[in-house]
């Protein structure tokens, strides 16, 4: 039962943007989405897996980016999504 639940918490850590249209349960309550930054369409589970990829792996290197002129996350440059509000 613990390696099943690992196994749940690792899969919504790296698909949680793109099960809620775009949205994370904390993402809802900050009103706040996922979207492609071409078309405007919700974040989808590829999008997803892309973005937090970069977050889990390289977190510091990801969180440095924050701080850059456009204020993106390496993981959404890469995977070619924004966050706005919703």
């Known amino acids: 039962m613990i390696v099943f639940t690992f196994l749940v918490g690792i899969a919504y850590l790296f698909l949680r943007d793109g099960l809620l249209e775009g949205q994370s349960v904390g993402k809802r309550i900050l ?44 993981g959404d440059m890469v995977a070619d999504t924004i966050v706005i509000k919703a």
Do not use: E, W
Not at 52 to 69: A, E, G, M, Q
């Open 31 to 74: 009103r706040i989405a996922v979207v492609d930054n071409a078309s405007g369409v919700s974040c989808d589970l590829k999008g997803s897996l892309i973005r937090n990829f970069f977050i889990v792996t390289f977190l510091f290197i990801d969180l440095f980016y924050l701080v850059s002129k456009l204020r993106q996350r390496l």
